[in-house]
């Protein structure tokens, strides 16, 4: 039976590896405070601009793309530990460059952090959370990520009177939560689904009893010595071509939803719909605040109405909202408060939907022998499209008197492809163990 100490100890390491989705957050969204003064500072055209905020996303790719070998290799904990210290430096580095490839090299590093993260992060927490809790405790990640996003917003906000060097502290605040996260991963312990299929058995089992996670530990345990045999077999066969898709599938509809386009770049769509500096740096504040709200709303129902149900309806509010922000730059109307209401009307669908549900959904649909190399397929394709899209935004729109319409036209077409895909080919998951869910799409 779980008890509810055990949930306790569940929910508080959750939490704690969470904490690298704070800074996931935090580091995506403070460049919109500062790249305006960056792009006047060094003297950058548009293409080197979009270069520059994208040199966190180009990190973020190879992190990504890199992370489940040392996941797989090292644990999950460990793996964790040089994450927060990456955030640590990068932060240190990006607040004191004063050449412009030390801060595009110290945005990298950053990115490389936020990349590994968004794979070992939510594989941890669904390794460790009962299937009962397991939709909320991996939504937990996101949560941070949107809080993170919040704080960056509201930093930036308090820190752009501070003159030209606002844009130091803006970056250089994110070292008090980075330590934090490296001080508190200290007192998890590492994945028992790891330590399992690595033939640590007893101290695997000493972790479930300890969580009270009884049913899983048997499952687990009990075919231990099979999956450990295996647990290095290639990620690229027939047998996962069906988690294949729908991690990338997934991810990739994430992104062309034109999420960090938004938030990397929200000063600079306010400004263009005409609203003034500080109004600018204001307005944000609301689109993260109903960011946190609504990902907090997603957290309570994912696992009782599911994860395809909240992508369903996700997919059409921002179909709706995007297409309003669309004919609203048409219009040409400076300074319309409408922009921020549908803006805030499109926030509010993707964190209700794609934004709760991408790590969860890719933390839980590969089996354990491949999970970290298909966490890392689904969050490399999720940052490969993130940085096209960040790189390009800028140069559409200020390339072209309607580019900030003709790219959320874009994004509204993109959510109408993406419910067709969740209505017709996602499966649902919630409520299942992990070995549940791949016995049901091994069938």
């Known amino acids: 039976m779980e008890g509810k100490t055990n949930y ?9 590896a969470s904490l690298g989705g704070f800074l996931f957050g935090f580091e995506t969204a403070v460049i919109s405070g500062a790249e305006k003064t960056i792009q006047e500072l060094w003297a950058l055209s548009s293409f080197w601009q979009g270069f520059t905020v ?26 964790l530990l040089v994450v927060a210290v990456a955030y640590l430096l990068s932060a240190v580095g990006c607040a004191t460059a004063h050449i412009w490839l030390w801060f595009v090299g110290f945005r990298f590093l950053g990115g490389l952090a936020v990349g590994v993260s968004s794979v070992v992060g939510p594989i941890y927490i669904a390794e460790i959370a009962p299937a009962r809790i397991r939709g909320r405790l991996t939504s937990s990640f996101q949560l941070m990520i949107v809080l993170g996003i919040f704080v960056a917003y509201l930093t930036n906000f308090a820190f752009v009177g501070l003159g030209d060097e606002a844009w130091r502290w803006m ?20 994945s028992p689904r790891w330590l399992a299929i690595n033939g640590k058995v007893s101290e695997a089992q000493r972790i479930f009893f300890k969580l009270g996670d009884v049913d899983a530990c048997d499952k687990v345990l009990s075919s231990a010595e ?27 509809f994430n992104q062309l939803s034109g999420i960090n386009a938004i938030l990397y770049y929200a000063p600079r769509i306010f400004e263009m719909a005409g609203f003034s500096k500080s109004l600018a740096y204001l307005q944000p504040v609301f689109i993260g605040g109903a960011n946190l709200l609504f990902t907090c709303l997603a957290m309570f129902v994912i696992d009782r109405f599911g994860r395809k149900k909240l992508l369903l309806i996700g997919s059409l509010g921002m179909v709706f909202f995007l297409g309003l922000v669309a004919y609203t730059f048409s219009q040409k109307l400076a300074g319309n408060m409408l922009i921020l209401i549908y803006l805030i009307g499109f926030i509010a669908f993707f964190a209700f939907s794609q934004g709760a549900v991408i790590w969860v959904f890719i933390s839980e649909i590969f089996p354990n022998q491949v999970r970290s190399k298909g966490s890392s397929l689904g969050s490399f394709t999720h940052w490969i499209m993130a940085a096209i899209i960040s790189w390009l935004f800028p140069i559409i729109v200020e390339g072209n008197v309607n580019g900030g319409m003709y790219s959320f036209v874009f994004y509204a077409l993109m959510m109408g492809l993406s419910f067709v895909f969740i209505w017709r080919f996602m499966p649902e998951t919630k409520g299942k163990t992990l070995e549940q869910i791949q016995l049901e799409l091994e069938r």
Do not use: C
Not at 178 to 189: G, M, Q, R, S
Not at 230 to 235: D, F, T, Y
Not at 240 to 250: E, F, N, S, T, W
């Open 54 to 79: 994208s040199a966190s996303l180009i990190g973020t790719v190879m992190g990504s793309l890199v992370a489940s070998k040392p996941a797989q290799k090292y644990g999950r904990k460990r793996v």
């Open 226 to 252: 099979h999956v450990a045999v295996r647990h290095q077999e290639p990620l690229f066969q027939k047998k996962y071509v069906k988690p294949i898709l729908y991690a990338v599938l997934l991810a990739m």
């Open 171 to 190: 970056l250089g605040i994110m070292v008090i939560p980075a330590l934090a996260f490296f001080v508190l991963l200290n007192i998890v312990p590492e």
């Open 8 to 16: 306790q100890l569940a929910v508080k390491y959750a939490l704690i």
